[in-house]
């Protein structure tokens, strides 16, 4: 299995507080990706990172920001947490710039926004 | 712009039954494309991908995809299904040069029936 670790695996969190969700790998991989899923949309992304400190925005970026200041972390922070964020949100990452190349996701972080 | 479409969000085969589960990109070139299983509560599994090497690809748990050029299509097939291939199951595709991008269909629940 690859070495990625999502943490909080759960939260429960009220509106307009801010949420920052952690992605750790150990495999030294250079991109990482947080995708949120929900019923009928599949995975969605919401933003990626192809080096330390050099992210950019995915298709559902609005109200997500994100940083990446060590190869091995990559955080997801929800600014002022809304009902439409409660969701499940996956981190992936991904060895090479090859399009070949598949991605190795964590076990997954189950947000509800009350 | 790429897009995958999976054909069902759900689908139900009996225990020793056919599985085929449909996929359908929509690209201008032809991308590399994957299966990922996702179990309940877990994160996404690579079964198989097409990397234009062969187009019938074979995958883990017996599982096997062909990518028909002419019918834009990758669907996974699998001759006997278990009780433990009920998951749901997700097609997706990348372009060459499209580094960063992955795109998912919404992904077929596979329900089996003893």
């Known amino acids: 299995d690859a070495g990625i670790t999502q943490s909080p695996r759960h939260k429960v969190t009220e509106t307009g507080t801010p949420v920052t969700l952690r992605c750790h790998q150990t495999e030294n991989h250079r991109y990482m990706y947080w995708y949120r899923q929900d019923p009928g949309h599949g995975l969605r992304l919401i933003h990626y990172s192809y080096g330390v400190k050099d992210t950019d925005k995915g298709e559902v970026s609005d109200g997500y920001s994100v940083s990446r200041s060590k190869t091995e972390d990559f955080l997801l922070t929800l600014e002022s947490a809304t009902s439409s964020q409660t969701s499940v949100y996956f981190c992936?990452?991904?060895?090479?710039?090859?399009?070949?190349?598949?991605?190795?996701f964590g076990p997954g972080t189950r947000l509800t926004v009350t | 712009a790429q897009s995958v479409t999976q054909l069902g969000s759900h689908v139900s085969v009996s225990e020793g039954a056919l599985v085929l589960l449909r996929c359908n990109y929509s690209?201008?070139?032809?991308?590399?494309l994957f299966w990922y299983v996702q179990y309940p509560n877990q994160g996404l599994q690579l079964l198989l991908k097409?990397?234009?090497?062969?187009?019938l690809v074979k995958g883990i748990n017996g599982f096997e995809a062909e990518f028909k050029k002419s019918e834009t299509s990758f669907h996974l097939t699998k001759p006997s299904a278990h009780m433990s291939d009920a998951a749901e199951y997700f097609c997706?595709?990348?372009?060459?040069?499209?580094?960063?991008?992955?795109?998912f269909g919404i992904g077929t629940k596979l329900q089996v029936i003893p």
């Open positions: 690209s201008s070139v032809p991308p590399y």
């Open positions: 097409y990397t234009s090497a062969a187009t």
């Open positions: 997706a595709a990348s372009l060459s040069g499209g580094y960063q991008k992955v795109t």
């Open positions: 992936a990452i991904r060895e090479d710039a090859g399009a070949l190349e598949e991605q190795y």
